[in-house]
C-alpha cells in the first residue's frame, strides 16, 4: 500500500481553469503537508494542516484552497489557474506535532501543466 | 530565520569513489536537520536526520552525515559511491519555532560516472 498517494499524478488545462488534487495517507499520522516544487526544483512550503486544522499558510494566493475532511486527507483546490501555477506540487505528512523530529513522507507528486 | 545552503548545484563523482554532498545551516538554537533524495519523476524520500547525539549519523542506502557544530555543517557522505545514487539531494531543517515546517535547501544534483 502506498503510504501518500496523491491524485491525479499528470493535470494538463488552460489557463483560467478551476482543478483539484487530492492526497491520502494511510500513515495514521496527524499533519499533512503541500510542498511547490518548481522548474528549477525549488521546494517551498504552501500549506500545513494538523487534524484538520491550518497551521500554516505561506503567503501562498487565495485561488489556493486548502481542504482536509479528516485527519487521512488534504485537498488542494486551485482557482482560475494561470501559467505560474505550473510545477510539480507534493503532498507530504508526518506524526510529530510540533516536536520537530519526525521526518516528512513525501507523496510521488502531481504535476501541473496550465497552457 | 532558520535555513540551509547547499553551495554546489551539482557533484560529479566516479563509481566506486567516495562522495560528499555539502550543506551548511543557519539557524537559531538546536539544529533539527534532514537529508532527502529525489529520483527523477518521483518523490522525495528521507535518508536521515539529525536531531541529538552522536555527530555521525547513519542512514539508508549506505548514507551517512557528519554534524559539525563549530562549522555549521551538516555533510552528505557515502564511502563507495554507486551509479544508481545519481540523483537530487536536498538537505533540509526543521523550524521549529515558527511553526515546525521544514524548510529545504535549493538541492544538488549528483552524478556519479560508470
Known amino acids: 500500500d502506498t503510504a501518500v498517494s496523491q491524485t491525479p499524478k499528470y493535470l494538463v488545462t488552460q489557463m483560467g481553469n478551476d482543478k483539484s488534487i487530492k492526497c491520502e495517507q494511510n500513515l495514521g499520522h496527524d499533519t499533512m503537508y503541500w510542498y511547490k516544487q518548481d522548474s528549477k526544483k525549488f521546494l517551498k512550503i504552501m500549506f500545513s494542516?494538523?487534524?484538520?486544522?491550518?497551521?500554516i499558510n505561506e503567503t501562498v494566493p487565495n485561488r489556493f484552497s486548502p481542504k482536509s475532511p479528516d485527519k487521512a486527507h488534504l485537498n488542494l483546490h486551485i482557482n482560475s489557474l494561470e501559467l505560474g501555477d505550473s510545477a510539480v506540487y507534493f503532498c507530504?505528512?508526518?506524526?510529530?506535532?510540533?516536536?520537530?523530529?519526525?521526518?516528512?513522507?513525501f507523496g510521488e507528486g502531481s504535476r501541473l501543466t496550465v497552457l | 530565520a532558520q535555513s540551509v545552503a547547499q553551495p554546489e548545484d551539482q557533484v560529479n563523482v566516479a563509481e566506486g569513489n567516495p562522495l560528499t554532498v555539502k550543506c551548511t545551516y543557519s539557524?537559531?538554537?538546536?539544529?533539527?536537520l534532514f537529508w532527502y533524495v529525489q529520483y527523477p519523476n518521483r518523490g522525495l524520500q528521507f535518508l536521515l536526520k539529525y536531531i541529538t547525539g552522536d555527530n555521525l549519523v547513519k542512514g539508508s542506502y549506505g548514507f551517512e552525515a557528519e554534524f559539525n557544530k563549530s562549522q555549521t555543517s551538516f555533510h552528505l557522505k557515502k564511502p563507495s559511491a554507486l551509479v544508481s545514487d545519481s540523483a537530487l539531494y536536498f538537505c533540509a531543517v526543521r523550524d521549529i519555532y515558527n511553526t515546525d515546517k521544514l524548510i529545504f535547501g535549493t538541492g544538488t544534483r549528483l552524478q556519479v560516472f560508470p
Open positions: 507530504a505528512s508526518s506524526q510529530d506535532s510540533g516536536s520537530g523530529t519526525g521526518e516528512l513522507f
Open positions: 494542516y494538523n487534524n484538520k486544522e491550518l497551521i
Open positions: 539557524v537559531s538554537g538546536n539544529p533539527y
